[in-house]
């Protein structure tokens, strides 16, 4: 048989099956027609919503959240454009174009500032976002119920503690005079490290911290992706002889990669926030050349030396830097078959 041959006999079964679709007033969808069921009216929009009201109105909080604390303050934004008096407020104070910025790409400290901020947080990117996913596959591998459960609890408590309740932990722990790690170091006859007043070591303090406090949250988020995962697929892998680590990378990662994705763009688009509330609470003038990053720079300058016209350019310009990495961290996603965040 010639592939002309049954290439008709393909298309001579698809009008035949169409045929019987439409005799038997069957919904049938295809890419160019849609048809609906006979007798049967399409739904408007506003139908839709009002048969959805409930759901619809638990989003009211949030929506109002949003609209109240992030998009009304954005107005405060054209600070950046212009000399601010605050005696003469936001819209009377006379407009000077991009000054500011210019000012601001003229000081060597914004240079220094912005690469610690890159650097700090791609060392949270690289070390803090991948810790999770490994907890989260070594936790659904236990069949132990109490244990497990012990153990998210156990992960999770750190994500309810401030970071001022951590930094005075961290110090109490790593400070080279009391703390008692360094007091183990120096009981076996090693010189004392300063975690937290030496440079070199500052960073990955303030990583390991990091990771500690939040990897329990991002782990609890992976465990919920892979509860929707059908058990079906891990049996059909057991018939076809997989052990664990084949299940773990042909079924479970490959089910869970969709939520890993997303995660994924949202770290990518907050690339620039570098953990305001860690930092300021550990930090100080010892360390400002590796640890000062835009957002301790934005308070410093803003409220310590008011130049408020100053900190909202900076902080408007890291801003618009998040916005185009989340974009093109997006972008990059849908290309590869995911779907993204929007």
Not at 30 to 48: A, D, H, I, M, V
Not at 217 to 243: F, K, S
Request: charged content about 20%.
């Amino acid at each position: 048989m010639t592939d002309k041959t049954k290439k008709q006999q393909i298309l001579s079964f698809e009008m035949h099956m169409e045929e019987q679709f439409k005799e038997g007033g069957v919904l049938l969808k295809t890419k160019q027609n849609r048809k609906t069921l006979p007798g049967k009216k399409k739904e408007s929009y506003f139908q839709y919503l009002w048969k959805h009201k409930y759901l619809y109105l638990m989003l009211v909080p949030a929506l109002a959240y949003y609209l109240v604390f992030c998009y009304l303050p954005m107005y405060g934004a054209s600070i950046a454009f212009k000399d601010f008096n605050p005696m003469l407020g936001i819209m009377e104070s006379p407009w000077v174009g991009f000054d500011v910025f210019k000012e601001l790409f003229g000081l060597k400290k914004f240079y220094a500032v912005f690469w610690n901020t890159l650097r700090i947080s791609m060392a949270r990117l690289v070390f803090g976002f991948p810790f999770p996913i490994i907890v989260a596959l070594m936790l659904n591998e236990l069949r132990e119920g109490r244990l497990k459960k012990g153990i998210q609890t156990a992960i999770y408590v750190p994500n309810f503690i401030s970071w001022v309740v951590v930094g005075g932990i961290l110090t109490n722990l790593l400070s080279m005079d009391t703390g008692v790690v360094n007091g183990v170091i120096k009981a076996l006859g090693f010189a004392p490290i300063g975690f937290l007043t030496d440079e070199k070591y500052f960073v990955s303090t303030m990583v390991v911290s990091m990771i500690w406090k939040t990897f329990g949250w991002n782990t609890i988020i992976y465990l919920a992706a892979m509860t929707g995962i059908d058990p079906q697929l891990y049996e059909a892998a057991t018939v076809d002889g997989a052990n664990r680590w084949h299940k773990l990378l042909h079924v479970t990662m490959p089910c869970i990669r969709s939520t890993i994705v997303v995660v994924l763009i949202t770290r990518i688009g907050g690339l620039m926030q570098a953990g305001f509330e860690q930092i300021f609470v550990l930090y100080h003038p010892g360390v400002y050349k590796t640890a000062d990053i835009i957002d301790t720079y934005v308070y410093r300058t803003g409220l310590q030396e008011g130049k408020f016209e100053m900190a909202a350019a900076v902080g408007l310009f890291k801003s618009i830097i998040n916005f185009i990495l989340l974009v093109i961290a997006n972008k990059t996603a849908r290309m590869a078959g995911e779907e993204g965040v929007y």
